[in-house]
Protein backbone atom coordinates (compact mmCIF):
# COMPACT_ATOMS: atom_id res chain seq x y z
CA UNK A 1 0.00 0.00 0.00
CA UNK A 2 1.44 3.17 -0.97
CA UNK A 3 1.68 5.83 1.68
CA UNK A 4 0.55 9.57 1.30
CA UNK A 5 2.91 11.50 0.39
CA UNK A 6 3.42 13.66 3.65
CA UNK A 7 3.44 10.72 5.81
CA UNK A 8 6.41 9.64 2.96
CA UNK A 9 8.24 12.62 3.79
CA UNK A 10 8.35 12.03 7.61
CA UNK A 11 9.34 8.84 7.18
CA UNK A 12 12.11 10.03 4.89
CA UNK A 13 13.12 12.54 7.17
CA UNK A 14 13.34 10.60 10.50
CA UNK A 15 15.34 7.95 8.31
CA UNK A 16 17.73 10.84 7.15
CA UNK A 17 17.98 12.04 11.27
CA UNK A 18 18.92 8.79 12.35
CA UNK A 19 21.51 8.20 9.58
CA UNK A 20 23.09 12.03 10.70
CA UNK A 21 22.93 10.50 14.10
CA UNK A 22 25.27 7.51 13.63
CA UNK A 23 27.51 9.44 11.64
CA UNK A 24 27.83 11.82 14.25
CA UNK A 25 27.97 9.20 16.78
CA UNK A 26 31.15 7.49 14.35
CA UNK A 27 32.77 10.87 14.84
CA UNK A 28 32.69 11.52 18.27
CA UNK A 29 34.01 7.71 19.59
CA UNK A 30 37.57 6.38 19.12
CA UNK A 31 36.62 3.32 17.30
CA UNK A 32 37.52 2.88 14.07
CA UNK A 33 35.11 3.86 11.12
CA UNK A 34 33.18 1.17 10.21
CA UNK A 35 31.31 0.60 6.89
CA UNK A 36 27.47 -0.09 6.88
CA UNK A 37 25.12 -1.20 4.06
CA UNK A 38 24.55 3.07 3.33
CA UNK A 39 28.37 3.24 2.43
CA UNK A 40 28.12 0.34 0.11
CA UNK A 41 24.50 1.51 -1.43
CA UNK A 42 26.22 5.15 -2.11
CA UNK A 43 29.81 4.17 -3.69
CA UNK A 44 27.55 1.33 -6.25
CA UNK A 45 25.16 4.15 -6.66
CA UNK A 46 28.12 6.74 -7.48
CA UNK A 47 29.69 4.11 -9.86
CA UNK A 48 26.45 3.54 -11.95
CA UNK A 49 26.34 7.42 -12.22
CA UNK A 50 29.20 8.64 -12.39
CA UNK A 51 29.37 12.78 -12.51
CA UNK A 52 31.02 13.88 -16.42
CA UNK A 53 32.08 16.97 -15.21
CA UNK A 54 33.57 18.04 -18.47
CA UNK A 55 30.64 20.42 -19.59
CA UNK A 56 31.60 19.83 -23.12
CA UNK A 57 30.65 16.34 -22.84
CA UNK A 58 27.04 15.11 -22.43
CA UNK A 59 25.72 12.33 -21.89
CA UNK A 60 23.24 10.48 -23.73
CA UNK A 61 20.32 9.92 -20.63
CA UNK A 62 21.03 13.33 -20.05
CA UNK A 63 20.45 14.67 -24.10
CA UNK A 64 17.41 12.55 -24.44
CA UNK A 65 15.94 13.37 -20.78
CA UNK A 66 15.10 16.26 -19.34
CA UNK A 67 17.13 19.29 -19.51
CA UNK A 68 16.56 20.77 -16.29
CA UNK A 69 17.45 17.82 -14.27
CA UNK A 70 20.67 16.92 -16.39
CA UNK A 71 21.49 20.50 -15.43
CA UNK A 72 20.73 20.33 -11.71
CA UNK A 73 22.55 17.16 -11.15
CA UNK A 74 25.53 18.65 -12.21
CA UNK A 75 24.91 21.94 -10.46
CA UNK A 76 22.86 21.45 -7.45
CA UNK A 77 23.28 17.71 -7.16
CA UNK A 78 21.02 16.41 -4.82
CA UNK A 79 21.45 13.54 -2.41
CA UNK A 80 19.18 10.46 -3.30
CA UNK A 81 16.84 8.66 -0.80
CA UNK A 82 17.37 4.72 0.16
CA UNK A 83 14.63 4.21 -1.47
CA UNK A 84 15.46 5.93 -5.35
CA UNK A 85 18.82 4.14 -4.85
CA UNK A 86 18.39 1.31 -4.21
CA UNK A 87 15.29 1.18 -6.83
CA UNK A 88 18.24 2.33 -9.60
CA UNK A 89 20.64 -0.43 -8.13
CA UNK A 90 18.12 -3.52 -8.52
CA UNK A 91 17.03 -2.24 -12.14
CA UNK A 92 20.58 -1.86 -13.15
CA UNK A 93 22.17 -5.39 -11.24
CA UNK A 94 18.28 -7.22 -12.67
CA UNK A 95 19.54 -6.67 -16.17
CA UNK A 96 23.46 -7.07 -15.98
CA UNK A 97 23.65 -10.67 -16.85
CA UNK A 98 22.31 -9.75 -20.14
CA UNK A 99 24.74 -6.29 -21.22
CA UNK A 100 28.23 -5.95 -22.36
CA UNK A 101 28.15 -2.39 -22.04
CA UNK A 102 30.08 -0.45 -24.81
CA UNK A 103 30.90 2.79 -24.19
CA UNK A 104 31.36 6.05 -27.07
CA UNK A 105 31.28 8.90 -28.51
CA UNK A 106 30.60 11.10 -31.38
CA UNK A 107 31.64 14.76 -31.66
CA UNK A 108 28.31 17.07 -31.64
CA UNK A 109 29.19 20.36 -33.32
CA UNK A 110 30.38 23.99 -31.01
CA UNK A 111 32.74 21.84 -28.86
CA UNK A 112 30.22 19.13 -27.87
CA UNK A 113 30.78 15.84 -27.61
CA UNK A 114 27.74 12.98 -27.09
CA UNK A 115 29.02 10.69 -25.01
CA UNK A 116 27.26 7.01 -24.02
CA UNK A 117 27.20 3.32 -23.00
CA UNK A 118 24.77 0.76 -24.87
CA UNK A 119 23.84 -2.10 -22.98
CA UNK A 120 25.02 -4.77 -25.67
CA UNK A 121 26.31 -4.02 -29.41
CA UNK A 122 26.30 -6.80 -31.58
CA UNK A 123 27.94 -7.11 -35.16
CA UNK A 124 24.60 -5.82 -36.18
CA UNK A 125 22.52 -4.68 -34.21
CA UNK A 126 22.38 -2.65 -30.72
CA UNK A 127 20.56 -3.70 -27.53
CA UNK A 128 18.99 -2.04 -24.44
CA UNK A 129 17.23 -3.31 -21.76
CA UNK A 130 15.21 -1.58 -19.56
CA UNK A 131 12.70 -2.93 -16.18
CA UNK A 132 9.59 -1.41 -15.38
CA UNK A 133 6.31 -2.47 -13.53
CA UNK A 134 4.04 -2.16 -16.93
CA UNK A 135 5.25 -3.24 -20.67
CA UNK A 136 4.53 -0.56 -23.15
CA UNK A 137 2.56 -0.71 -26.06
CA UNK A 138 4.85 1.49 -27.95
CA UNK A 139 8.88 2.27 -26.79
CA UNK A 140 9.13 5.21 -24.26
CA UNK A 141 10.78 8.41 -26.04
CA UNK A 142 13.23 8.80 -24.00
CA UNK A 143 14.31 5.56 -24.93
CA UNK A 144 13.75 5.46 -28.68
CA UNK A 145 16.28 8.43 -28.32
CA UNK A 146 19.05 6.72 -26.44
CA UNK A 147 18.65 3.85 -28.78
CA UNK A 148 18.54 6.00 -31.70
CA UNK A 149 22.27 7.44 -30.45
CA UNK A 150 23.80 4.73 -29.84
CA UNK A 151 23.14 3.89 -33.48
CA UNK A 152 24.93 6.83 -34.77
CA UNK A 153 27.67 6.37 -32.33
CA UNK A 154 28.70 2.74 -33.06
CA UNK A 155 27.02 3.45 -36.96
CA UNK A 156 24.75 0.72 -36.72
CA UNK A 157 22.10 0.89 -38.88
CA UNK A 158 19.16 -1.42 -36.78
CA UNK A 159 18.52 -1.43 -32.87
CA UNK A 160 16.12 -3.16 -30.25
CA UNK A 161 14.67 -2.20 -27.10
CA UNK A 162 13.87 -4.62 -24.94
CA UNK A 163 11.39 -4.48 -21.74
CA UNK A 164 11.09 -6.76 -18.79
CA UNK A 165 8.10 -6.28 -16.15
CA UNK A 166 8.56 -7.59 -12.79
CA UNK A 167 6.43 -11.17 -13.64
CA UNK A 168 9.16 -11.60 -16.33
CA UNK A 169 7.20 -10.98 -19.10
CA UNK A 170 9.19 -8.73 -22.37
CA UNK A 171 8.61 -6.69 -24.87
CA UNK A 172 10.87 -5.78 -28.03
CA UNK A 173 11.21 -3.14 -30.20
CA UNK A 174 12.92 -3.57 -33.42
CA UNK A 175 14.20 0.48 -34.25
CA UNK A 176 15.81 1.87 -37.31
CA UNK A 177 18.13 4.60 -37.53
CA UNK A 178 17.22 8.39 -37.78
CA UNK A 179 19.18 11.15 -38.85
CA UNK A 180 16.54 13.66 -37.82
CA UNK A 181 16.29 12.42 -34.38
CA UNK A 182 19.61 12.71 -33.97
CA UNK A 183 19.90 15.76 -35.01
CA UNK A 184 17.77 16.96 -32.63
CA UNK A 185 19.77 15.00 -29.77
CA UNK A 186 22.74 16.97 -30.89
CA UNK A 187 21.16 20.13 -30.43
CA UNK A 188 19.52 19.38 -27.22
CA UNK A 189 22.63 18.36 -26.32
CA UNK A 190 24.22 21.78 -27.27
CA UNK A 191 21.75 23.41 -25.61
CA UNK A 192 22.64 21.90 -22.01
CA UNK A 193 26.29 22.65 -22.72
CA UNK A 194 25.09 26.28 -23.36
CA UNK A 195 23.24 26.65 -20.34
CA UNK A 196 25.74 25.09 -18.12
CA UNK A 197 28.66 27.33 -19.14
CA UNK A 198 26.26 30.05 -18.82
CA UNK A 199 24.81 29.33 -15.41
CA UNK A 200 20.71 29.20 -16.67
CA UNK A 201 18.50 26.91 -15.71
CA UNK A 202 16.51 25.35 -18.31
CA UNK A 203 13.37 25.48 -18.06
CA UNK A 204 10.98 23.15 -17.01
CA UNK A 205 10.23 19.90 -18.83
CA UNK A 206 6.87 18.47 -16.98
CA UNK A 207 6.60 14.33 -17.24
CA UNK A 208 5.94 11.54 -15.48
CA UNK A 209 9.18 11.16 -14.30
CA UNK A 210 8.98 14.35 -12.03
CA UNK A 211 7.16 12.65 -9.44
CA UNK A 212 10.31 10.52 -8.16
CA UNK A 213 12.74 13.08 -9.46
CA UNK A 214 15.41 14.09 -6.62
CA UNK A 215 15.10 17.65 -7.62
CA UNK A 216 11.25 18.01 -7.36
CA UNK A 217 10.38 20.11 -5.01
CA UNK A 218 13.07 22.84 -7.22
CA UNK A 219 11.08 22.63 -9.94
CA UNK A 220 7.14 22.93 -8.23
CA UNK A 221 7.47 24.19 -4.49
CA UNK A 222 6.27 27.47 -4.22
CA UNK A 223 8.26 30.30 -4.09
CA UNK A 224 8.23 34.33 -4.02
CA UNK A 225 11.88 34.17 -6.02
CA UNK A 226 10.28 33.82 -9.39
CA UNK A 227 14.11 33.63 -10.63
CA UNK A 228 14.77 30.51 -9.67
CA UNK A 229 11.70 29.08 -11.76
CA UNK A 230 12.35 27.31 -14.88
CA UNK A 231 9.39 28.90 -16.21
CA UNK A 232 10.94 32.42 -15.54
CA UNK A 233 14.75 31.44 -16.55
CA UNK A 234 13.41 31.72 -20.28
CA UNK A 235 13.96 35.30 -20.43
CA UNK A 236 17.48 34.82 -19.70
CA UNK A 237 17.86 33.62 -23.39
CA UNK A 238 18.40 37.18 -24.12
CA UNK A 239 21.54 37.81 -22.31
CA UNK A 240 22.66 35.53 -24.72
CA UNK A 241 21.27 36.66 -27.94
CA UNK A 242 24.31 39.11 -29.88
CA UNK A 243 22.98 42.94 -29.06
CA UNK A 244 22.20 45.01 -32.18
CA UNK A 245 24.78 47.77 -33.27
CA UNK A 246 22.98 51.25 -32.97
Known sequence: MKLPAMEEQIIQKVRKKIKVGVENYRAASDAPAKVDVYDVIQEVFADLNPNLGDESKISVEEASGCLRRGY?????????????????LMEKGALSVLERPVEGMVEGGSNVK????????????VMIFRRISDLPEI????HFIQLNSYLHIFNKEEGVIIYFDND????????????????????RARILNTLLRNNITPAIEPS???????????CYYSS????????????KWRELKPKPFL
Open 224 to 235: EDKQKWGLWARG
Open 139 to 142: PYAE
Open 114 to 125: LVGRADRVEDDV
Open 168 to 187: GNEAEFILPKSEKLFKETLR
Open 72 to 88: LDRKEPAERTHKQMISA
Open 208 to 218: ARCNDCPHNEK
